[in-house]
């Protein structure tokens, strides 16, 4: 087990007053039993085991860009491969998502973030609206990132989306460097999700949306 960042702190001018904005969640399968806990209004720990150092490294980038707490433990088939265990991860983390958001009342709802590292761009654009759905427009100019499988990373964020219920739009712009492309794309998830939570006080806990629900 590996702790990763700052030491917890508390900021009262980003805690919501009188709401936790933290949950688990727990997956146990034939495969994988998963165990995740996220706190949105965090200062960018994280906690991981998860048996795939990579991967590992990059949801590090989306607690500390996100300002999200993290704690994953995953133990998989990492004998067969990786997939089960990515994916499983993401499902559960999607899960932690939903229940720690609440009712959504008084969120920005959307959030976008271009991030660069040295040739590579990467946009993400997210949208906490209750419907799942993934656009993903990712070329890696290589298959492996060390023993990494760069495929499992739209298992990871599929199961994220179909389980956190958001609509999250991935496009990377440049990157010529597998593990540029995959930082930035890393971090800039974290800056949309922390930019599409965040609690905009002009709403005075409205749910952001015309139809009065999300």
Do not use: W
């Amino acid at each position: 087990m590996v702790r990763i960042g700052p030491t917890p702190r508390s900021d009262p001018q980003r805690e919501p007053k009188g709401v936790s904005r933290s949950a688990g969640s727990e997956r146990s399968t034939r495969e994988t039993r998963i165990r995740v806990r996220l706190d949105l209004d965090g200062s960018g720990c994280a906690t991981l085991r998860t048996g795939l150092p990579f991967f590992e490294h990059m949801l590090e980038q989306v607690a500390h860009h996100g300002l999200v707490d993290l704690e994953i433990e995953a133990e998989g088939d990492l004998e067969v491969d990786a997939h089960h265990t990515v994916e499983d991860v993401g499902i559960a983390l999607g899960q932690a998502f939903l229940t720690a958001l609440g009712d959504k009342r008084g969120i920005r709802r959307y959030g976008h973030a271009y991030v660069p590292l040295d040739e590579a761009l990467s946009r993400v654009v997210f949208d906490c609206s209750g419907r799942p759905g993934l656009e993903y427009r990712v070329r890696f100019p290589r298959a492996r990132i060390g023993d990494f499988d760069v495929d499992l990373f739209r298992e990871f964020f599929q199961g994220f989306v179909n389980h956190a219920r958001v609509t999250l739009h991935i496009d990377v712009l440049h990157g010529d460097n597998a593990h540029h492309v995959a930082e930035t794309i890393f971090k800039a998830f974290g800056r949309a999700l922390r930019a599409a939570v965040e609690t905009d006080p002009r709403v005075a806990g409205a749910v952001p949306s015309t139809k009065g629900s999300l």
